[in-house]
């Protein structure tokens, strides 16, 4: 009896070493939203609405729009993928939201409304870039004008020095 009862209680003792640790609230937020997921198709959302106005722009043929996009989505997963990636997007939560806060978005994410919501934004985000690229393009060389007119001011004002100078 005696032994069964040790038995027992080491397998039960082992058993609590070897379990996982609980996940932090910002853990269970980005396994919610499939963080990885989510940021690599909201960034190409973005990429396929700037890539779509540069595209007509340049006359490039769709064939290689397809191959830059595949380049494109192969760059996002190098990026927003692994153990670096995912404490980055966790430090950026923490730095932003309270541990409260983490926790009522996860709750959000984690109702059919929140759902959609993830499944939508990257629609909405290409959307938008679609929609703003035609203003941007518009008002970019005035942007530029002013840009390069306060980089000469600037340049005029402090002249650099001749060892700092770009050959």
Do not use: N, W
């Amino acid at each position: 009896m005696k032994k069964s009862l040790l038995l027992c209680i080491c397998l039960f003792a082992g058993g609590l070493a070897s379990a996982e640790p609980e996940k932090t609230a910002t853990e269970k937020l980005l396994d919610v939203i499939h963080y990885e997921e989510f940021t690599i198709d909201s960034a190409m959302a973005a990429f396929d609405g700037v890539m779509t106005q540069q595209a007509k722009a340049q006359g490039l043929p769709k064939e290689a729009v397809a191959e830059i996009r595949v380049e494109a989505k192969k760059l996002y997963r190098r990026l927003f993928t692994g153990p670096a990636a995912k404490r980055q997007m966790m430090d950026l939560y923490e730095r932003h939201f309270t541990e409260e806060e983490i926790v009522e978005i996860t709750e959000f994410y984690s109702t059919p409304l929140g759902r959609k919501a993830l499944v939508m934004m990257p629609t909405i985000m290409q959307d938008a870039m679609k929609t703003i690229m035609p203003a941007v393009q518009r008002e970019m060389p005035a942007f530029e004008q002013k840009v390069t007119e306060i980089t000469e001011k600037y340049r005029q004002a402090t002249p650099i020095p001749e060892e700092e100078a770009p050959e």
